[in-house]
C-alpha cells in the first residue's frame, strides 16, 4: 500500500501570501496524484489531477507540480476563500486509492 | 449539473448493519466508475471502496479496514449506488461521502456528494 505524507499538518499564512503544500509518496505515483480542498460542512472538491492539470472551474492561482514521489501544491495569492483542508490522493497504485492526512490552512 | 445525494446512514448497534444509497445525475451514470470514501470525526479522508461500471466489469474494491463487510453494489436502472455495511465497529463512525470517478485516465474523484452520517455506538 502506498503511503501519502503532506506537510505541514497546520500552516498559517496571510492573505495575499504565496503558499506550497508538500505530498510525498512512499513509492511512485508517476503523475497520478490529485488535490482536493475541504471546507467544514461541505463536499470535498477536485483541485488538481495528473499532478498539474486544474480541475474545471479552479483558479490558475493554484498550480500542482512534482512526479513521481515528491509533489506541490502552489496558491500564488491566498485568498480568504483559500482558507481550508487540503488533501493529496494518489491513484497510481490501487486499491487503496490513498489519502495524505491533510495539510490546514489557517489565517494568520 | 452533477448532483449526487447519499442517504441511509444513521445510529447503530456495534455489530449492525445499514445500507447507504447515493443517487447521481447529470452525468452518464452507466459508464460511470463510482467510490465511497468515508471521514471520522475530526480525521482525514479514508478510502472505503469502489465499483466499476457494468461494462468495465461491474468489479468492486475495498480498503482493507472494511473488506469482507461491507459491498457496494449499483442499480444502473435507478443512478444508484449503494454501500451495505456490515459487522459495524465503532472505528467505522463518521461521513461517508459517494463520489464520481473522473475518467478511466484519470482516476480522481472529481464529483462528491454532501455525505451522510454513521454513528455506531452502544
Known amino acids: 500500500e502506498i503511503v501519502m505524507t503532506q506537510s505541514p499538518t497546520t500552516l498559517s499564512v496571510s492573505p495575499g501570501e504565496r503558499v506550497t503544500l508538500s505530498c510525498r509518496a512512499s513509492?511512485?505515483?508517476?503523475?497520478?496524484l490529485a488535490w482536493y480542498q475541504h471546507k467544514p460542512g461541505q463536499a470535498p472538491r477536485l483541485f488538481i489531477y495528473?499532478?498539474?492539470s486544474r480541475a474545471t472551474g479552479i483558479p490558475a492561482r493554484f498550480s500542482g507540480s512534482g512526479s513521481g514521489t515528491d509533489f506541490t501544491l502552489t496558491i500564488s495569492s491566498l485568498q480568504s476563500e483559500d482558507f481550508a483542508v487540503y488533501y493529496c490522493q494518489q491513484y497510481d497504485n490501487w486499491p487503496p486509492y490513498s489519502f495524505g492526512q491533510g495539510t490546514k490552512l489557517e489565517i494568520k | 449539473e452533477v448532483y449526487l445525494v447519499e442517504s441511509g446512514g444513521g445510529l447503530v448497534q456495534p455489530g449492525g448493519s445499514l445500507r447507504l444509497s447515493c443517487v447521481a445525475s447529470g452525468f452518464d451514470f452507466n459508464a460511470a466508475w463510482m467510490s465511497w470514501i468515508r471521514q471520522a470525526p475530526g480525521k482525514g479522508l479514508e478510502w472505503v471502496g469502489r465499483i466499476k461500471s457494468k461494462g468495465g466489469g461491474g468489479t468492486t474494491d475495498f480498503a482493507a479496514p472494511v473488506k469482507g463487510r461491507f459491498t457496494i453494489s449499483r442499480d444502473d436502472s435507478k443512478n444508484t449506488v449503494y454501500l451495505q455495511v456490515n459487522s459495524l465497529k465503532t472505528e467505522d463512525t463518521g461521513r461517508y461521502y459517494c463520489?464520481?470517478?473522473?475518467?478511466?485516465?484519470?482516476?480522481?474523484?472529481?464529483?462528491w456528494g454532501q455525505g451522510t452520517l454513521v454513528s455506531v455506538s452502544s
Open positions: 513509492q511512485s505515483v508517476n503523475t497520478n
Open positions: 463520489a464520481k470517478v473522473y475518467m478511466l485516465t484519470a482516476l480522481a474523484f472529481d464529483h
Open positions: 495528473g499532478a498539474s
